[in-house]
Each structure stands twice: as structure tokens, then as C-alpha cells.
């Protein structure tokens, strides 16, 4: 029987409120391209952990979204790090295809002047 | 008299509410290292952008904060980038001496398994 993923008890006491999220940057791991900031309860954390694809909350759906299951532009897992504080993640990914639903290679890109 | 910085409608709209906070990303421009992740309002990012100089939200102390005055660990900005959905920021700055309050070189580092 596979066992449930270990969590640092500062991020497994902060996501145990069912209605918990925590922001999750992801990086592209070959190209150190930052993609998407995304969300993940404790659920979406440990699919993540467990399966190494990384999966998400969506806050527009309230459910939880395997990256590229319709699309496939999935997003294998490299590395998963807590910040200090233990209120955000750093997520290194390698990306197939593109990480933006605007068919973009990131989300971001809309420069501030 | 100088003009105060125009954002995109979107953008604007969601940080009219006096309470709203944005997730900035914080990525060195020179290593393409993610530092950390940090809050702005309306308030900061318009500091952000009219000085140069990195300025979040601080939700802990509930004030303005100016990245590195007291520490001297400045981060001096080069891009801000919007993402797709306009409620996420990815600002890239040059890093003066460290990112994190601990001392370290970024606010990640914590490996989960």
C-alpha cells in the first residue's frame, strides 16, 4: 500500500482548514522560465507528491485540476521547495507543450511600464 | 509634477479595493533564481514603480515596506510582468546582498519529498 506523502508540520498545520491554499510558483526547470502561479490545497499538494504530475486547486472551478489533462500540457514534477515562512511554494516542472490556457509559453508577459 | 504610473484596467479594478493584495513573484534578473514570493496593494506597486525600488505590502505589520531599508538587502527593478488572468505579478530585480530575513540567499529552499 503506498503511504500518504510526509509535510513539514508548519505546512501541514497551515493547510489542515479544509479551505486552505497555498500559492505555488512554477519554473520551468531546463529554461528557469517562471510560468504560472497557481494554487494548491492539502489534496492538491499530495496528488502532486504522490503522482509527479503536478496538480492544482482552481479557484474559478472549486476542484481540483491535473495541469494538461484536457489540454495535454502536462507539468512533470522536479522539485517541490517551501519558502521560509512556510506560506508559499517554488514548484520546478518540466513543461510539455505550454503552460498558458492563451496557448502562450508562460503566463506571464504583459509588461508594467 | 510627476505623473503617477498608468496600470492596466483590469489590474486597476482589482486593487480598487483598499484591502486587495497581489502575489508578486521575485526573480533575480541576472541568475533567473525565484527569491521569493511577496504581497503587494495598489499603494506598493505604484511606490514599486514611480521609485525602482522593490516596496511590498507587509501582512504581518499590516505597513507598507520598503525592501532593504533597514536590512540594506535592497532589490532594484528591472521588469514587472502581469499574467494572464491580471492577479498574479512577476517582477525580476537585481538582488542587493541576500533576499531572506534568515540570511539566506532566497526565501526557498526547503525541499519536500
Same mark, same amino acid.
Given at each position: 500500500?503506498?503511504?500518504?506523502?510526509?509535510?513539514?508540520?508548519?505546512?501541514?498545520?497551515?493547510? @489542515?482548514?479544509? !479551505?486552505?491554499?497555498?500559492?505555488? #510558483?512554477?519554473?520551468?526547470? +531546463? $529554461? =528557469?522560465?517562471? %510560468? *504560472?502561479?497557481?494554487?494548491?490545497?492539502?489534496?492538491?499538494?499530495?496528488?502532486?507528491?504522490?503522482?509527479?504530475?503536478?496538480?492544482?486547486?482552481?479557484?474559478?472551478?472549486?476542484?481540483?485540476?491535473?495541469?494538461?489533462?484536457? @489540454?495535454?500540457? !502536462?507539468?512533470?514534477?522536479?522539485? #517541490?521547495?517551501?519558502?521560509? +515562512? $512556510? =506560506?508559499?511554494? %517554488? *514548484?520546478?516542472?518540466?513543461?510539455?507543450?505550454?503552460?498558458?490556457?492563451?496557448?502562450?509559453?508562460?503566463?506571464?508577459?504583459?509588461?508594467?511600464?
Amino acid at each position: 500500500m503506498a503511504t500518504t506523502p510526509e509535510l513539514p508540520s508548519e505546512l501541514d498545520a497551515r493547510l @489542515s482548514d479544509p !479551505t486552505a491554499l497555498i500559492p505555488v #510558483i512554477v519554473q520551468e526547470v +531546463d $529554461s =528557469d522560465e517562471v %510560468l *504560472m502561479l497557481a494554487w494548491m490545497n492539502k489534496a492538491a499538494l499530495l496528488a502532486t507528491m504522490e503522482t509527479g504530475a503536478a496538480t492544482y486547486w482552481s479557484r474559478s472551478r472549486s476542484e481540483l485540476w491535473v495541469k494538461g489533462a484536457t @489540454s495535454g500540457n !502536462t507539468q512533470q514534477v522536479d522539485s #517541490i521547495e517551501l519558502d521560509c +515562512d $512556510s =506560506d508559499a511554494l %517554488l *514548484m520546478r516542472v518540466k513543461q510539455k507543450g505550454v503552460a498558458c490556457h492563451t496557448g502562450a509559453r508562460t503566463c506571464f508577459g504583459k509588461r508594467l511600464s
